[in-house]
């Protein structure tokens, strides 16, 4: 699988630590803790590693009490990819500093504004405000793979309005909340391994198509194929999914058999159908499983695994949340 990112190394600038390195892992990264001193608070970071070269993370910083605007130097930070990249970093709460290197620059992480990069590296130093909780979401996405999710064209404008360009560059932007939420739901999600991997990638798509409109001033698909061509795509996709079993195939996957970018497939689809691709096929599987349990006896395990959950408490906890009650449940009452 392609990575976003080949390793991450962060020099500890706080207590006498030796420097972590993480590489990414096949599929999931595990927590990593701060070496935050106890009588500041705690936290971490973990992140998720996506189809095709893409990594979403998230850190999390606790302070306890009594909080002050003390300014704490938590680390430098090297990153290096396998291929320039963009990345992007979004503050749901809290504010921290960035005294960056490589791209040179300053830059003030804080609600509302998101930081967006285009480089072949990164080193940077981050800096706490310990005065408040900070959590914050990132993205990182190899050049290639943002070319095949928005198009080549929309890529590229994409890069001059956010002026980032010329690489390496940073560029801080004000981008509006309703946006930036999707990066920030994009790593909660209640299904299995596969379908929540379906889901983070959807958010993503949301949080490009959502940036993409608020930085051009008009949808990012007014260039899209004729009507009736999206259209028909949308149905000749829907007939596919419809008769899917066992693994949930990947946006990039569907949008390459399709012959569309990935944004584009999935704005289509919804436009014609009312709903992204995700909820189709997550909704569609669920309905199909709640009448396979009610028409037949395939043992409920058995039908996780048809549907392409990778655990079977994935699978309950996603039946409960659309129908009200546990497969088992409905199946007693059968």
């Given amino acids: 699988m392609p990575i976003a990112y080949q390793s991450l190394k962060l020099d500890w600038l706080i207590e006498s630590n030796a420097p972590t390195i993480i590489t990414p892992g096949a599929k999931t990264t595990d927590w990593h803790p701060v070496p ?22 998230r850190v999390e910083y606790q302070f306890k009490a009594p909080r002050t605007h003390q300014l704490l130097p938590l680390a430098d930070i090297q990153l290096t990819f396998p291929e320039p990249a963009f990345m992007v970093e979004s503050i749901a709460r809290g504010n921290a500093v960035q005294y960056s290197q490589y791209p040179v620059g300053e830059f003030l992480n804080q609600v509302g504004v998101d930081l967006f990069r285009l480089t072949d590296r990164l080193h940077f130093r981050r800096v706490l405000d310990t005065s408040a909780d900070i959590q914050g979401t ?33 560029n801080a932007c004000k981008i509006p909340l309703d946006i930036s939420v999707h990066l920030h739901k994009a790593l909660s999600s209640n299904w299995g391994p596969q379908p929540g991997r379906l889901y983070s990638q959807a958010r993503v798509l949301d949080y490009f198509d959502g940036l993409i409109i608020f930085m051009n001033g008009q949808p990012a698909d007014s260039n899209a194929n004729p009507i009736k061509n999206a259209r028909t795509r949308s149905h000749d996709l829907h007939d596919y999914l419809i008769q899917l079993d ?89």
Avoid at 36 to 48: C, D, H, I, R
Avoid at 143 to 158: I, N, V, W
Avoid at 287 to 294: D, G, N, P, V
Avoid at 316 to 332: I, T, W
């Fill in 246 to 334: 066992g693994k949930v195939p990947t946006l990039l996957e569907l949008a390459r058999q399709f012959s569309s970018p990935a944004k584009r497939l999935n704005a289509e689809f919804k436009a014609t159908f009312g709903t992204s691709i995700y909820n189709f096929i997550i909704h569609e599987r669920l309905e199909r499983a709640r009448l396979a349990i009610l028409q037949s006896d395939v043992p409920l395990k058995q039908l996780a695994d048809r549907l392409g959950y990778a655990h079977f408490n994935h699978f309950g906890a996603a039946f409960k949340k659309k129908f009200g009650q546990s497969p088992g449940s409905l199946r007693a009452r059968k």
């Fill in 36 to 57: 935050l001193p106890k009588e500041v608070g705690e936290g971490g970071a973990f992140g998720v590693q996506l189809e095709l070269g893409m990594s979403l993370f």
């Fill in 138 to 170: 990132g993205l990182m996405v190899s050049q290639s793979t943002l070319a095949e999710l928005l198009g080549p064209d929309e890529a590229q404008r994409l890069y001059e309005r956010l002026n980032i360009a010329d690489q390496p560059k940073a």
